[in-house]
């Protein structure tokens, strides 16, 4: 079945710094992939939405210089988390949908935390 | 919004059937009635869809009203590995509209 791979599954940086997380669609191609994050006990917040070859599209209130997205190839989306501070801290999520199928499969995650 | 409502959480036995109820009262014609299951530190894992008959796979049946307003995931025999939060969501098949999560169901199996 389809498979979303994200790399790397937990990652530990300093203030300041920015950390770049990966999700790839192993077996398939897609054209857009959506990437969440979730806090403690909390539920899945979409973040944005990362279409291949084009601007990622955001939701109100996640800062798109904060969280730079590119998608330059059909099975690689990257989020980049930029000057990254404590409250970055949390549980990121990518999804992506073969294109001729039907649900959205998601990858396992990355646990990011900021000292 | 997140356009259904859960019960936030349920208690099953080990051994029995957990049936997860969910409530899409404003579901268009096109849209799916999707289920996934977030086990702790996990990503989330796609279980059933349906359209308006029932379905069932390796992991779960899903039974869907006839109005389509509401919607039952049933676990045939629940585990303890089946401990997980469950999330019900609409959605139309083979496109790429976003998936707004509700909070979903937190499944406790009890041995």
């Known amino acids: 079945g389809a498979v979303v791979s994200q790399h790397p599954s937990r990652v530990i940086c300093k203030s300041g710094t920015s950390v770049k997380i990966e999700c790839r669609s192993l077996?398939?191609?897609?054209?857009?992939m959506f990437w969440y994050r979730q806090f403690p006990k909390k539920s899945l917040m979409l973040m944005a939405t990362?279409?291949?070859?084009?601007?990622?599209?955001?939701e109100q209130g996640v800062e798109k210089d904060k969280f730079l997205i590119n998608h330059a190839s059909l099975t690689l989306s990257t989020l980049t988390v930029t000057s990254a501070h404590p409250e970055d801290s949390s549980f990121y999520i990518c999804?992506?949908?073969?294109?001729?199928?039907?649900?959205?499969?998601f990858g396992n995650g990355t646990r990011l935390t900021v000292t | 919004d997140a356009k259904t409502t859960q019960p936030t959480s349920m208690d099953c036995a080990e051994g029995r059937a957990a049936n997860l109820p969910c409530n899409h009262s404003t579901i268009s014609g096109n849209e799916y009635v999707y289920w996934y299951r977030q086990i702790h530190s996990q990503g989330p894992q796609y279980i059933i869809h349906g359209l308006k008959n029932n379905e069932t796979n390796e992991m779960a049946s899903l039974i869907i009203t006839e109005d389509r307003k509401s919607s039952t995931l049933i676990l045939p025999h629940a585990t303890l590995r089946d401990t997980a939060v469950y999330y019900c969501?609409?959605?139309?098949?083979?496109?790429?509209?976003?998936?707004?999560f509700g909070k979903g169901t937190r499944l406790h199996i009890l041995p």
């Open positions: 990362s279409n291949e070859g084009s601007k990622a599209t955001y």
């Open positions: 077996d398939f191609q897609a054209t857009t």
């Open positions: 999804s992506a949908r073969d294109r001729g199928g039907s649900p959205l499969h």
């Open positions: 969501i609409v959605r139309v098949a083979h496109r790429d509209d976003k998936i707004i």
